[in-house]
């Protein structure tokens, strides 16, 4: 293993993917040298809602985005809520010059991040449909709106950390 080896080390949606994001989020950390800053960047699921929440099929949207989500973190095949961990993650490396930042985007049915998330939901919807964590019927609303130009939801938030390793 590398050990003070990088000014920088960055990851990008990585940590949300493994069983074990703090012994991995450790050894980016010994990688860095002193001075040296680490950056992690995670996505975090919890923001997903339709922009116009008195519109009808908003409801079985987010009940669907929702529904995946717990299922995903039930099945621990990621954890939807990384993102909003990572500061914490990196302020127990003992780092300093802590810092965070977040962003999320507005996406509207048929853009292409409403496609990505369209492929998401497609890739999760048998598991999902097998546990009883999400019906066809909001599978294929939730689908539907995804491609819609007319429907806006807010997507996930990207959160940012960084810190800086002691000289």
Avoid: H
């Amino acid at each position: 293993m590398e050990v003070s080896e990088y000014d920088l080390v960055y990851c990008r949606r990585v940590l949300l993917e493994l069983k074990e994001p703090e012994e991995a989020l450790a050894r980016m950390a010994d990688a860095v040298r002193p001075g040296g800053w680490l950056l992690i960047e995670e996505a975090d699921s919890g923001s997903m809602l339709s922009t116009d929440l008195t519109n009808p099929a908003a409801t079985p949207f987010v009940e669907a985005f929702r529904g995946g989500i717990a299922a995903l973190r039930k099945m621990r095949m990621l954890d939807p809520f990384m993102g909003r961990k990572v500061r914490e993650l990196i302020e127990q490396l003992g780092l300093i010059d802590v810092s965070l930042d977040g962003w999320t985007c507005i996406s509207r049915g048929g853009d292409p991040m409403a496609e990505f998330d369209a492929t998401t939901v497609q890739m999760a919807a048998k598991p999902l449909i097998g546990v009883g964590q999400l019906t066809e019927e909001q599978f294929n609303s939730a689908l539907r709106l995804l491609q819609d130009p007319t429907f806006y939801y807010l997507g996930f938030t990207m959160f940012a950390a960084w810190g800086r390793k002691p000289e």
